[in-house]
């Protein structure tokens, strides 16, 4: 049994008359007729009550009926299932995200914009280090990834998707808070203890605080370590120490935490999408789409 078959069946037991059915199938009445036989034998059972003036569906061929719309309908379903998962309407997305992403107003937005669109396809989020991001798009665990700056290897294609400059991060009770309004120089921080990132987080923050404090002469001593953007400031409220992070933290308002924008030249961070070079499904390409931002080539 074919599927014609059942559209042939369908359009006689609509028409109730196989001159009619065969026009509007363009087709002509001799095969229509041997096709609905050939459905009969197949079926061992009488479909149509034929006589010289009439064509009637049987009992057989009116419970057939039934079946034969639905088997048809769900035919449809699936091919239209396939054509929107093509076209990336349907399925689902991973997304890995470093956990300052989030705190960004674009990603959100982006978030909500594509939902709107595709409401049918789900979004597995994942959050992740920096460098956890990189490794699970490359072994394709997830089809998207938002980072941090940070060296990556070969096969990633990455769009900037904006940058923000970084911020000291400072108790409020601390003389460095007083007068610093408009900002203050890395080397101000030089004789702080630090609360920041372990450098096995896989964070590129880490090497960029680094090298930001060996241009301002001198080299930080972490006092205490914590793998959360929030346990830092909440460290820092705490009078651990002084952090840095990216100026989209400011949206964090903790009581006895100030944040002074870092004045040094290149004290500023990014946000990356990071795909598979060349690669990546329907799903994948709208959601990059709706981020936009900046093809560029990031270092090795």
Not at 70 to 95: H, S, T
Not at 103 to 118: D, E, G, N
Request: aromatic share 6%; no cysteine.
């Amino acid at each position: 049994m074919e599927l014609r078959h059942l559209r042939y069946f369908i359009a006689v037991a609509e028409e109730l008359h196989f001159g009619r059915a065969a026009q509007q199938l363009g087709i002509s009445q001799p095969p229509l007729s041997q096709q609905i036989q050939a459905l009969e034998q197949e079926l061992g059972a009488r479909l149509f009550e034929r006589t010289n003036r009439r064509v009637e569906l049987s009992e057989a061929g009116r419970l057939f009926l039934d079946e034969a719309r639905q088997v048809l309908a769900q035919v449809e379903k699936a091919a239209d299932v396939a054509r929107r998962a093509q076209l990336g309407e349907l399925g689902e997305l991973k997304i890995g995200f470093t956990s300052s992403a989030p705190f960004t107003s674009k990603l959100p937005k982006a978030l909500h914009a594509f939902r709107q669109q595709f409401p049918a396809v789900h979004l597995n989020l994942k959050e992740m280090s920096s460098r956890d991001v990189a490794e699970a798009v490359l072994d394709e665990s997830i089809e998207v990834g938002l980072m941090r700056p940070m060296p990556l290897p070969p096969g990633l294609e990455v769009n900037e998707l904006l940058r923000e400059p970084l911020v000291a991060v400072i108790n409020a009770s601390h003389p460095l808070a007083a007068g610093s309004e408009q900002g203050l120089y890395m080397q101000a921080l030089a004789d702080q203890p630090f609360v920041f990132f372990p450098r096995s987080y896989g964070s590129g923050l880490h090497a960029q605080l680094l090298s930001l404090a060996r241009q301002a002469g001198f080299s930080p001593h972490f006092a205490q370590e914590a793998g959360e953007a929030m346990t830092i400031i909440g460290l820092v409220s705490a009078g651990l120490g002084v952090s840095v992070l990216p100026a989209s933290f400011q949206r964090m308002r903790i009581d006895g935490v100030v944040y002074r924008t870092l004045l040094d030249e290149g004290a500023d961070t990014a946000v990356w999408l990071v795909r598979r070079a060349g690669e990546g499904s329907a799903m994948a390409r709208a959601f990059a789409e709706l981020l936009g931002g900046q093809r560029i080539t990031p270092p090795a």
